[in-house]
């Protein structure tokens, strides 16, 4: 079972900075992809970007050359730093384990808000 504690969401004004973090507590396999999701109501969730443990990282396109993940091996964290933030970035921001033959671990979600 792994469990994952999301942190770093708020309220930005268009062009700021926000830095999230998900730590995850239980065993993470080598195999396992970590990543970030977002949901607006209504809205499926869509994937944002996710990295292997071996650092290959995947972006959406609409956050390329704004938003890095990052993952710490050692401390079992995902971090997503977000640059250049715009009001359609505005969505409940999701972590997860994706993990080979059982599917996805999320996170509870955190709020990230973009408005002046």
């Known amino acids: 079972q792994v469990q994952l504690v999301e942190s770093g969401g708020g309220l930005v004004q268009p062009g700021g900075s926000l830095r999230l973090s998900c730590a995850a507590s239980g065993r993470i396999f080598g195999s396992d992809v970590m990543g970030w999701s977002r949901q607006a109501p209504g809205k499926q969730r869509e994937l944002v970007a996710d990295?292997?443990?071996?650092?290959?990282?995947n972006y959406a396109d609409s956050v390329k050359g704004r938003f890095t993940i990052s993952r710490d091996n050692a401390k079992n964290t995902v971090y997503l730093q977000m640059n250049s933030l715009k009001a359609e970035d505005t969505d409940v921001y999701y972590c997860?384990?994706?993990?080979?033959?059982?599917?996805?671990?999320w996170g509870q979600g955190t709020q990230v808000t973009v408005s002046s």
């Open positions: 997860n384990v994706r993990r080979r033959g059982f599917g996805n671990y």
């Open positions: 990295i292997t443990s071996g650092g290959s990282t």
